[in-house]
Structure formats: C-alpha cells, structure tokens
C-alpha cells in the first residue's frame, strides 16, 4: 500500500514538471518548426515546407541592423561594465564600512528603481541638456550604450563583490612583502583569481543588456537605432514578419549550443580535478 | 602597528564608478524631481501633481494616476499570484527527491531566460492568436506569467533546495502530518524565496508596457505605458510628476520587502535560540 502511494506521489510530481515545462517550451518549438513553414499562423495547417523565412531574415536589412546594433551595444556595454564594476567591487571591498553601505546602496538604486522611471531619468538628462543647458548634444547610439553600462554595472558588483569576499588577503599582502608594487600585486595576484567572476558578470551584463526593451525603446528617439526588441515590439504590433520565426530559431539555437558547451566544460573540469 | 600602515586600501578604484552613478544616477532622478516640480512658466509649481490629483476640469481626475495605478496594482497582483501558485509546486518538486539530483531539469526552467523576452513574447502570442485567444486583460496576465516564471522559480527553488531538511524531518517525527508539516515548517521556512519571487515580479510588471502593449487591448495597461506615452506626447512634467508618484511608491514596496524579510528570517532563528 505504501509503496503504491509513494509511486502515485512521484507519479503526480513528474507530472507537474512536464506540464509547466509542456507550457513553457511549446511556445518556442512551434516557432522553429513553423519556420520552416508556408503557413501564414504558427499551430495552423502546416501548407509546405520552406526556408524562405531564412532567405528572407537574410535580406530584411532592418532585421539584420537591429540584431547588429543588439549585439554591438550588448559587447560594448557589457565590456564597460565589467571593467567599471570590477574597479568598483574592489574600491568597495577595501571602503570602511559606513562609506561602504552607502555606496553598496547608491548602486542598488537602478537594480530595484521602476525600469522606466530609470529609462525616463536617463531621457530626461539628454532633454535638459539639449534644451535648458542649451548643449548640442541628441539621442545617439553612443547614449544606449552609456545607459546600457550604467544600468548592468550594478549586477556586475553583485557577481564579483562575494569572489572578492573569498579572497585570501595574505596572498596580496605577500606580494607587497616581496616587493611587487601595488598596481603590479593588483594584477598579477587579484586579477587572475577574479578572472571567472570577471566572465560570469561579464555573461549577465550582456544578457540584460540583450533583454532590455524600456530603457532603449525611450533612448532611441529621433535616432532610428532599432534593436532586437524593440524590432519585434514593433512587427507585433503591425502585424508579424515572418522573419522573425528564423531569428527566434537561429537565437534558441545559439542559447542552446553555448549553454551545453558551457555545461559540458565545466562537467570536463570539474572531472579532471 | 607597522603592519597596520602597510593594509592597502586601493578605495581609489571605485571612483569612476562612483562619478558615472553620480553623473548618470543621482542627476537623472534629481532631473525628475526638477521636471515634476516646475511649471509651465519655468518656475517651482504643484500644477502637475495638481493634474494628476485634481484633473483639469476637462478630463477626470482618476484617469490620470487612481485608474491607471489601481490597473497596475491588480493586474501585477493577479500575475504575480499566480505564477506564485504555478512556482511554488515546481520549486518543491524539483527540490524534493529524486529531482533534486536531476539538475538537467532545473536547468530547463531557466533556459528561456537567455532568450530575449520578446521573442519569448512574439511565441506565446502567436500560439494564442492560432488558438483564438483575443488581445486583452487574460492574455497580458497570461504573457506576464510565462514572462517572470523563471524569476519566480528561482528564489523559491534556491531556499527550498538549500532548506535544512533535519527541521521537516523533526516535524514528522514528533507526529505532524504531511500537509501540517508544509503548512507549519516549510512554508514559513520558504518565505524570504516567496518574498524575493514576488519583488523579482511585482515592480518590474509596473513598467512592463511591452507586454500590456502587446497582448492587452485598449483597457489594458500598467503605469509604465502612461509615463511612455506622457514624455512620447512632450508633456515632460505630467510624466516626472507621475515617475516621481512611482518612484514613491518603489521605495515603499522595498521598505516592505525589507521589513517582511527581516521578519521572517527573525522568526526560525528566534526559535532555535
């Protein structure tokens, strides 16, 4: 009897999990099998196989420049970041405590304020600029870049703030007793064990960077600068391109093959310690 | 003594950062203070917190902040409680023996995070669309559930996973049932998860206007859409004064957060001594 329940109980608990996984994959793998589809609706009748969707992701210049200017401003500003908020963690890190909190807490104030009134502050910064300041400046690619990096560096902190925390402080101390400067004691000793926490805030900056729709989608005026989501904010609007089921499939694709790669190498060595 | 002088204290490091958040952080909110608190003619006035207070005389008080708030309120509500109620299970499960091992399928829920949200988005709607499902209220609910899921699971996931299992075991051994053992030592063991799932959900649904947009219809908006849409139409001191009542608000909601977290961590630990 007790066995039977127990089976029952795991019975239900697998099906909990495949239902929600059911409702959270279908979505996307009827897109990429509908790529390669005639079919006007995604989960309608299939009509006949094509990879015109493909041909045409290739052609649509707006497409291509969106996914450009996505990657582009998410390399750069995820780059910037990591190099700002390494710096910061480690300022922070070696702060006395009261000056410490208040920093940690001035850099938490993008992380948990409203997106768009962080998006509205960083418009309305342009605005008094150009209008009250009288500065010629506008809305640029550059600007998305700069709000990009500000608005990633704080989670950049959170990655390697907890690495720093772990660090032996006799190592750095060592190299300083053996007549390494500081700067050279900062690169050739801190440096190199922040490395992994440098890549994984470096990972998380440019996925958010990649995700962000407010804060672009209220900077990018005047400029014509379109990205990935604001791209198909607009074609869902419109009414769908069907380029963008070939986008979604060679993006899943690309999420896929660096997440297996990234597991695998660190299955690979993990094994070889 | 000696020593003490030699600890290097490179607080240096952290001054750019500190520049860029000044620069970049703190002006662009005191901007939305300057913004909301000057009138037409330039100078210091209340009239736009008067509009959105008091109205015009032309148009209704309450559409301009009460109707939009309250909308906001109850569909991050709405959203919220039940991605909690879809979560909670799933994070116990996959918490609970034999998947507790299985971290393949812990994976799986977060892999649509690194997929941009609105091509998770454009899939979701357009099985909708095929299935018949009209834009409005349950669609947007719906799209704000598949979109925060994975912010949800994990806080949850991670407290139960990390759970000292002694405490359930204990309970069951001092004769507690199944459903009194959750109710009495996981649940209130699981709160600080639950209160960092729903604050991963509730605020950030205020300024989602790209799903509202999207899957909602006329009826259907959060107050991120109606601050868009103030500076969109160049009326810079209706949308401050509306980002400043937000930017109110948000400090609440993580007054709240905080308040509720140090509550319910205080509570085990005070039983324990």
Not at chain 1, 44 to 71: I, M, S
Not at chain 1, 73 to 82: E, P, Q
Not at chain 2, 28 to 42: K, M, S, T
Request: positive net charge; aromatic residues 12%; contains cysteine.
């Amino acid at each position: 009897m007790n066995k039977t329940s127990s089976r029952v109980y795991l019975a239900i608990r697998w099906a909990i999990l495949v239902t929600v996984l059911l409702f959270i994959y279908l979505p996307l793998i009827m897109v990429i099998v509908y790529s390669f589809s005639t079919s006007k609706s995604i989960g309608g009748a299939f009509g006949d196989f094509t990879t015109g969707h493909y041909a045409r992701f290739f052609e649509n210049e707006a497409l291509l420049t969106a996914l450009k200017n996505t990657l582009i401003i998410g390399v750069v500003s995820a780059t910037l970041a990591t190099l700002l908020g390494t710096t910061a963690a480690i300022g922070i890190h070696y702060m006395k405590r009261k000056l410490r909190s208040a920093v940690d807490t001035a850099s938490q104030i993008t992380v948990v304020n409203a997106e768009i009134v962080t998006a509205m502050g960083f418009f309305l910064f342009i605005i008094f600029l150009r209008d009250t300041v009288q500065v010629p400046i506008s809305f640029s690619f550059a600007w998305l870049i700069i709000t990009h990096t500000v608005i990633t560096t704080p989670y950049v902190i959170l990655t390697v703030s907890p690495r720093l925390k772990q660090l032996n402080p006799n190592l750095l101390e060592a190299a300083m007793d053996l007549g390494a400067g500081k700067m050279r004691s900062l690169f050739t000793v801190m440096l190199p064990q922040l490395a992994g926490a440098m890549v994984s805030g470096f990972a998380l900056a440019f996925t958010l960077s990649l995700d962000d729709f407010v804060v672009t989608s209220v900077n990018n005026l005047d400029t014509g600068v379109t990205t990935i989501s604001t791209y198909v904010y607009d074609g869902l609007k419109r009414g769908f391109p069907n380029e963008i089921r070939a986008l979604s499939t060679i993006i899943f694709a690309v999420v896929l093959v660096a997440l297996v790669g990234y597991n695998v190498a660190k299955a690979k060595k993990g094994s070889k310690k | 003594m000696k020593r003490k002088a030699k600890v290097f204290r490179p607080t240096v490091f952290a001054f750019p950062y500190l520049a860029v958040t000044l620069v970049f952080v703190i002006v662009p909110l005191l901007l939305i203070l300057v913004y909301a608190f000057r009138g037409q003619d330039g100078n210091f006035s209340l009239e736009n917190f008067r509009l959105i207070f008091c109205g015009d005389g032309v148009n209704d008080a309450k559409d301009f902040l009460v109707r939009p708030l309250l909308k906001t309120l109850g569909i991050a509500a709405v959203s919220t409680a039940i991605c909690l109620l879809i979560a909670y299970p799933v994070a116990y499960v996959l918490s609970s023996q034999p998947f507790r091992k299985m971290t393949v399928i812990a994976l799986l829920f977060v892999v649509p995070m690194w997929i941009n949200f609105m091509l998770r988005i454009f899939a979701l709607k357009s099985i909708l669309d095929t299935l018949g499902m009209e834009n409005g209220y349950w669609m947007a609910v719906i799209g704000m559930v598949y979109d925060f899921f994975p912010y949800m699971l994990l806080p949850i996931y991670t407290v139960l996973a990390n759970m000292d299992k002694s405490y359930v075991e204990a309970s069951r051994d001092l004769g507690a049932n199944p459903v009194r053992t959750f109710c009495k030592v996981t649940l209130p063991l699981s709160l600080p998860g639950i209160i960092s799932g729903i604050s991963m959900m509730f605020m950030p649904i205020f300024s989602s206007y790209a799903i509202t947009g999207t899957m909602g219809d006329n009826h259907t908006s959060v107050i991120g859409s109606e601050i868009y849409s103030a500076f969109h139409y160049y009326e810079y001191g209706h949308g401050a004064a509306l980002s400043f009542v937000l930017l109110i608000i948000v400090l609440f909601v993580v007054w709240l957060g905080n308040f509720l977290t140090r509550r319910s961590q205080k509570a085990p630990k005070g039983g324990k001594a």
